[in-house]
């Protein structure tokens, strides 16, 4: 695995490049320490086996580099972000991962995009919801390993799978110099915002035209299922697969569940 780098309206961004075939551009959700290695790196190496992978930190996580103004929540820069990643990865035909609040920008990018195949999405946002105190517990800073933790919690049905290997590929990001203020000026006010600012509307939806599959956890609170359903309903090439003890984590908690999808789903679309 390859860690590259690009400018991208003045700001540096990293993405990690592994693998061979037909490209998959992955991005991660908002939560704290959110990264592409946080999101992804379980199931990277096993989805390089068939794909090439370009797995992107959006600016202001991850490596990539901070926005130097705010509003420092800025879907449409990390939509114009992800385009840009797009236009750096060869071939006709691209599918997208998107996790949480990426899976909206992932379906706004299918949108605006005909290169892209395929579409699939973990726990995504886009949806009409109603934020409750989970919600906002992952859009806060947490200051120590304790908070972390107790906001991972709200957002796996097994918190077994919160090991020292979880919270090592977390840390490096959410306890960087700044980082935690950072991040709570990124999620500052009423947090209710930001939901509403990745709905995606009829006219978005109505130029999404490539397969989607939306895969969601029936356990997950903060951001829930409800999302998928209103956006699959709109899409009439969309399928939902409900996963079971399973709440926000998807690619984590259901691991073989998620490669066997992305395998089946995208080697489909893709070749």
């Given at each position: 695995m390859t860690e590259e780098s690009f400018e991208f309206e003045g700001v540096p961004v990293t993405y990690y490049r592994v693998g061979s075939g037909a490209p998959l551009l992955m991005l991660h959700g908002s939560g704290p320490g959110a990264s592409s290695l946080g999101n992804w790196r379980t199931v990277m190496g096993p989805l390089s086996e068939r794909f090439e992978i370009f797995a992107m930190d959006l600016i202001g996580f991850g490596k990539s580099g901070r926005k130097p103004a705010a509003p420092y929540f800025d879907y449409d820069m990390w939509v114009r972000q992800a385009q840009a990643m797009l236009a750096r990865i060869n071939g006709k035909r691209v599918g997208i991962i998107g996790h949480s609040l990426s899976g909206s920008i992932a379906l706004k990018l299918a949108s605006m995009e005909d290169r892209v195949a395929a579409v699939l999405t973990t726990g995504t946002m886009g949806g009409t919801f109603t934020i409750n105190e989970l919600t906002r517990r992952v859009w806060t800073g947490p200051r120590n390993r304790e908070d972390l933790v107790q906001t991972l919690s709200g957002i796996i049905f097994d918190t077994s799978v919160i090991d020292e290997a979880y919270l090592a590929?977390?840390?490096?990001?959410?306890?960087?110099?700044?980082?935690?203020?950072?991040?709570?000026?990124?999620?500052q006010g009423e947090k209710q915002q930001y939901a509403d600012a990745a709905k995606l509307d009829a006219t978005t939806l109505e130029h999404v035209h490539c397969a989607v599959r939306l895969l969601h956890g029936r356990e997950d609170l903060a951001f829930p299922i409800s999302c998928s359903y209103e956006i699959a309903k709109a899409l009439p090439q969309a399928d939902v697969l409900t996963l079971s003890k399973c709440s926000h984590s998807v690619a984590f908690e259901r691991t073989s569940t998620f490669l066997a999808q992305v395998n089946e789903f995208m080697g489909t679309h893709l070749n």
């Open positions: 590929a977390r840390e490096p990001v959410v306890f960087a110099p700044g980082y935690a203020d950072y991040f709570d000026s990124m999620f």
